[in-house]
């Protein structure tokens, strides 16, 4: 019904400002799952994941105009700390870069 892809490579941007902290970067789920509380489980399981894997905080990137997703992260304890561009042919877009720590 949906995945999430973490990147423990990836560059930290350094408006994380998180030692340690790995990225998030893909968390999608089927539209007729949304709703269901299954994208609830899967952020759980993301969270154990990043846990067991020793990282001190998540981050991700999110169009600015994905208000259901932000309001989704903001659930989950993640806050905006930047914003950064990508490219779509010739156009840019903005995004916030989110992130939170983890106990």
Same mark, same amino acid.
């Given at each position: 019904?949906?995945?999430? &892809?973490? /990147?423990?490579?990836?560059?930290?941007?350094? %408006?994380? $400002?998180?030692?340690?902290?790995? +990225?998030?970067? #893909?968390?999608?789920?089927?539209?007729e799952?949304?709703?269901? !509380?299954?994208?609830?489980?899967?952020? +759980?399981?993301?969270?154990?994941?990043?846990?067991? #894997?020793?990282?001190? !905080?998540?981050?991700?990137?999110?169009? &600015?105009?994905? $208000? #259901?997703? &932000?309001?989704?992260?903001?659930?989950?304890?993640?806050?905006?700390?930047?914003?950064? &561009?990508?490219?779509i !042919? !010739? /156009?840019?877009? /903005? /995004?916030?870069?989110?992130?939170?720590?983890? %106990?």
């Open positions: 019904t949906g995945y999430a &892809q973490l /990147d423990l490579a990836a560059p930290q941007p350094t %408006a994380v $400002g998180l030692p340690s902290a790995i +990225e998030l970067r #893909r968390f999608y789920l089927l539209p799952a949304h709703g269901s !509380g299954q994208a609830n489980g899967l952020m +759980e399981a993301v969270l154990a994941l990043a846990r067991a #894997r020793h990282a001190r !905080g998540l981050w991700l990137s999110v169009w &600015q105009r994905a $208000g #259901r997703a &932000q309001r989704f992260y903001a659930r989950h304890g993640f806050r905006r700390v930047g914003s950064a &561009q990508f490219r !042919g !010739g /156009d840019l877009h /903005d /995004d916030w870069l989110l992130a939170r720590a983890l %106990a």
